[in-house]
């Protein structure tokens, strides 16, 4: 059975930096497109970044571009997320999210999903 764990949250002030970071544990990580996504509250889940089965490409939403970098290591079956510069709208639980399949934006395209990381951004 696929685990999907996240670490790394925490708070932090205006400008300051985080990197989370995820194990997906229990099938064939390389086989997997993986993702972050963020749910702040009343709010839905919103895509955050991407990255393909090797690494080789990566997208961002608009508004975490040239702050945020998403990188994966397959020895390790881990991805993670640089946050740099970090805003108060940034605050949200974080989401890992895998799937063997389809756009990076859609949600409903993951097979696996971990249980969340806060990220509290104090201004």
């Known amino acids: 059975q696929v685990q999907v764990v996240e670490s790394g949250g925490g708070s932090v002030q205006a400008g300051g930096s985080l990197r989370l970071s995820c194990i997906v544990s229990?099938?064939?990580?390389?086989?997997?497109?993986t993702a972050w996504y963020r749910q702040a509250p009343g709010e839905n889940r919103t895509f955050v970044a991407g990255?393909?089965?090797?690494?080789?490409?990566?997208v961002y939403t608009k508004s975490v571009e040239g702050r945020f970098i998403i990188t994966r290591d397959n020895a390790k079956n881990s991805i993670y997320l640089q946050m740099n510069d970090l805003r108060p709208e940034d605050t949200a639980v974080y989401f890992c999210?895998?799937?063997?399949?389809?756009?990076?934006?859609?949600?409903?395209?993951?097979?696996?999903w971990g249980q969340g990381t806060q990220v509290t951004v104090s201004s």
């Open positions: 990255i393909s089965r090797f690494g080789t490409y990566d």
């Open positions: 229990g099938g064939d990580f390389r086989t997997y497109r």
């Open positions: 999210a895998a799937a063997r399949e389809g756009p990076y934006g859609d949600s409903g395209n993951y097979d696996y």
